[in-house]
């Protein structure tokens, strides 16, 4: 299969993935727990787009606000959409990462990351490759967690367990009103 | 913004292929062969290449600069420029009346009128100050991964071509399909995966 061809045909993947992220992490009070011990804190924030990907002419709506405006979302979900893209937060342990991720690229606009502590006691050229070398090991950290939701979403949606259990779930939070 | 900066949108790509010969010395050639430099020829496109990260001026990588680590980090510059269309207009019709005076004709055809705006506008553009945009390109060489801090069609486009010609390397947007391939590693997974259909989520 060529690229675009991958792009257009595989894209659900990434819409279903922010969509049961959302669900995952409304009914878990934020703190998804993956098998093995982990757990990520993830928030969804102020935005989102959710869309209809086989409609002939898109269809899309953008929601702005806090968590009550967002809830509208669950309405486009009752019609079919799914999540396009979402501002979300993601913390394990100290450090909260904030970006919108977007499903059909997988890319991270205003991906931030915690402070990076000024480097003392070193010269110019040291400094610049320690912020360097620390803002790397952030981002790093960053698209780990990602990776980390996104494999746990990964191996539940080839699973049984998705049809027998998660897709049940996530359809009856979807026709839930509050 | 940059990568350092506190803010970035960025993609996350894959780096194809395998470098021949001694992999450092490949990788300062490639950036020194593509170091950011003026072009001539039609379209916006003036100058284009690697810059340092922190200062889109230098293009010298003092002590191999790029090199932090494991990783090269660079800044792509691009400059364009696009001269304003009433001043390309005003510029292409002051030229079209010289050139029916000098020849007598009443008209050009529709091929001359297009060479006369090219003619008119490469010779504007060089009187035309440029746009520089600067994108940073972070190359992760121990996990073959790389960041590009731009959302960009045209400048990952760009990159992508770039770091193709100066390294020949490939570099494939991790979009969730390629990177889920990547998660799972399981050959019996992978195949699951493959066969996956979109779902309904509708109650």
Redesign the interface.
């Known amino acids: 299969m060529d690229?675009l061809d991958?792009?257009r045909e595989?894209?659900?993947?990434?819409r279903?993935?922010l969509?049961w992220l959302w669900f995952k992490s409304d009914v878990s009070g934020g703190r998804i727990e993956i098998p093995g011990g982990k757990v990520v804190e993830v928030t969804y924030l102020d935005r989102m787009t959710l869309d209809l990907?086989?409609a002939e002419t898109p269809q899309s709506v953008t929601l702005k606000g806090e968590h009550s405006e967002l809830r509208e979302g669950l309405a486009a979900?009752?019609?079919?959409k799914?999540i396009e893209e979402a501002r979300l937060s993601l913390r394990s342990s100290d450090n909260e990462f904030t970006t919108v991720i977007?499903?059909?690229?997988?890319?991270?606009?205003?991906?931030?990351?915690p402070?990076?502590l000024p480097a003392q006691e070193l010269g110019e050229?040291e400094s610049?490759?320690a912020?360097?070398?620390e803002?790397?090991a952030l981002?790093?950290e960053g698209?780990e967690l990602v990776?980390t939701l996104?494999?746990y979403f990964?191996?539940l949606?080839?699973s049984d367990t998705?049809e027998a259990s998660e897709?049940p779930a996530?359809?009856?939070w979807?026709?839930s009103e509050t | 913004m940059g990568f350092i900066s506190r803010s970035v949108s960025m993609m996350r790509y894959r780096v194809k292929g395998e470098i021949e010969g001694a992999f450092w010395e490949a990788v300062d050639d490639g950036v020194r062969k593509y170091t950011f430099r003026s072009v001539d020829g039609p379209g916006d496109e003036v100058g284009i290449g690697w810059t340092s990260i922190e200062d889109f001026t230098d293009t010298e990588f003092r002590g191999a600069s790029y090199v932090r680590g494991n990783y090269v980090a660079l800044g792509l510059r691009v400059d364009t420029v696009r001269v304003p269309p009433r001043i390309l207009e005003m510029h292409v019709k002051q030229e079209m009346k010289k050139r029916l005076a000098e020849t007598g004709r009443q008209r050009l055809s529709s091929s001359q009128r297009r060479e006369l705006k090219e003619y008119v506008k490469e010779s504007l553009k060089k009187s035309t100050l440029p746009s520089i945009q600067v994108f940073d390109l972070v190359w992760d060489t121990s996990q073959g991964l790389a960041y590009f801090a731009s959302l960009s069609i045209k400048a990952r486009e760009r990159v992508e071509d770039l770091f193709k010609r100066s390294f020949g390397l490939t570099f494939i947007p991790l979009v969730p399909y390629l990177r889920a391939e990547e998660l799972l590693t399981d050959s019996s997974q992978r195949r699951l995966l493959e066969n996956l259909t979109p779902c309904s989520m509708v109650p």
């Not at chain 1, 977007?102 to 990351?113: A, H, I, V």
């Open positions: 690229f991958l792009l595989k894209a659900f993947l990434g279903e993935f969509t990907a086989e979900l009752r019609e079919g799914k977007k499903s059909t690229w997988l890319s991270f606009g205003s991906f931030r990351t402070p990076i050229d610049a490759e912020t360097f070398l803002k790397a981002v790093e698209m990776d996104f494999r990964l191996e949606r080839i998705w897709l996530l359809r009856r979807i026709a």
